[in-house]
Structure formats: C-alpha cells, structure tokens
C-alpha cells in the first residue's frame, strides 16, 4: 500500500511538473517587491475582447477607429491606413485610466513617417506602436521587430513621454525561459520595462500570458506598463497576420 502511495504521489508531482506554465526569464530585481500576475482573456474568442491581469483591466478591445475613437489626434491621423488598428480603456487598482491607440501592420509607405515621429531608421521590417492619453498624460511607444525570430535581431523599443522627450522606459525582448537550455535564443517570449537601468515590469507572452509589476514604482508608471501589456497581449503577430488573408 506504502508503495502504491509513493508512486501515486510521484506521478502526481509529474504531471503537475509537466501543466505548469513555462516562464521567461526576467531580472534578478523583478523577484522582489513585485506582484506576478496571470493574464485573464488572451484565449478564445476576441470578439468584445478584455484583458485583466490581477486588478488591472481594459476596455472591451476595438479591432478598428472610427471618427472620434482614434482618427483625431496626430498619431492616428499619421498612421490610419495601417492593417491593424487596436483601442481601449486601461483601468488599474489605483482607479487611473487612459485611452490606448496601438497600430502594427504598417502600410510600406507610412513607415517612413513612422521613422519621423519616433527618429527610428528604416531597416526593420516590423513595428508595433501606439499612444497613451488622458487629462494628466500624454506618452507613446514603439516596438521594432517584436516577432524576432532570427538568433542576429535584437529586439526593443521605448515609451516616452510626448511633453519631455527625455523621459522615457526602454523595453527590452526575452527570448529566455526557466527551464531550459536557451543556447539557442531565436522567438521572442516576452518583453522587460527598464528605467534607469532596472527592470520595473515584464511581461510573458507564453500560453496564456503572465505580468510583473515592480511595487516601488507610481501610480502613473504603473499605468503606462499596464497600456502597453495590454496591446502586446492583443496584438496579432505578422506570422498570424499573413495567416488570416488565405
């Protein structure tokens, strides 16, 4: 009977082993003082689409702007022929809120704008950006190549503040996971916010999605990463995209 027990109780602990959701690696400063959040919503349907993660939500997603969604503000209007054009509401714990416009699948001809508005070069191929606005902020961000899948791309972008220039979060992909041996570094799995040269959140895009949030920064910082998570979660990758059309 002793037996039979320990053998149940290893079996179970396999194959618990084996359903755990894989991790990316993040920074040694994000397994500290940070809440760890699983994502709620990235599966299924994305017909009235929400993302939570913890007390963070948004808006049901819109998959397309109309006049006065997302069409009359400057990065809208720069970049309204895009494939892909995502909007909603971004709520946090702290009842902060902003409006979020995120654009990928850039028509060949917008992307030299692109480049003006956020003084990138033209050699990458891929971009996902988008805009953070209420009454007290005015950000943007831009990530180049953030489906990488050669061992040669490096991977990143920024958020920045539209009223100081100066003030910014860089964002840096991971192509690490917990558990294996990553000699071979090629998807991109998920994404770091750094400022100032530590990590403050990060975001994995394995399976169902998982969020780290520094608690040490503000409210504010707090709702910028939590805009960007949002769109990274909801965004199709050109692999997807290229998919759809056949």
């Known amino acids: 009977m002793k037996k039979i027990v320990i053998f149940a109780t290893v079996c179970l602990t396999i194959f618990l082993t084996s359903c755990t959701t894989p991790s990316i690696i993040v920074s040694n400063n994000l397994k500290q003082d940070v809440s760890i ?26 998959r397309s702007w109309t006049t006065g969604s997302g069409y009359d503000f400057p990065f809208g209007v720069s970049f309204r022929e895009a494939d892909e054009k995502l909007s909603y509401t971004q709520y946090t714990p702290a009842l902060q809120n902003a409006q979020v416009f995120c654009i990928s699948q850039f028509k060949h001809k917008e992307v030299s704008l692109l480049a003006d508005f956020f003084g990138v070069s033209l050699e990458h191929q891929d971009y996902f950006a988008g805009s953070i606005k209420n009454r007290n902020l005015n950000w943007d961000f831009i990530i180049y190549e953030p489906d990488a899948s050669s061992i040669h791309d490096i991977t990143s972008g920024v958020i920045r503040n539209q009223k100081n220039k100066d003030e910014k979060i860089l964002i840096r992909a991971v192509k690490e996971i917990e558990g294996q041996a990553n000699w071979v570094k090629l998807d991109v799995h998920g994404f770091e916010f750094i400022k100032s040269g530590k990590a403050i959140g990060a975001i994995s895009l394995l399976n169902n999605g998982r969020v780290w949030m520094s608690n040490s920064i503000s409210d504010q910082e707090k709702l910028i990463l939590s805009s960007v998570m949002t769109g990274l979660a909801v965004r199709h990758k050109m692999s997807e995209a290229a998919s759809r059309e056949f």
């Open 37 to 62: 959040y699983e994502m709620k919503g990235r599966q299924g349907l994305q017909l009235n689409q929400i993302i939570g993660f913890g007390d963070y939500s948004c808006s049901k997603v819109k």
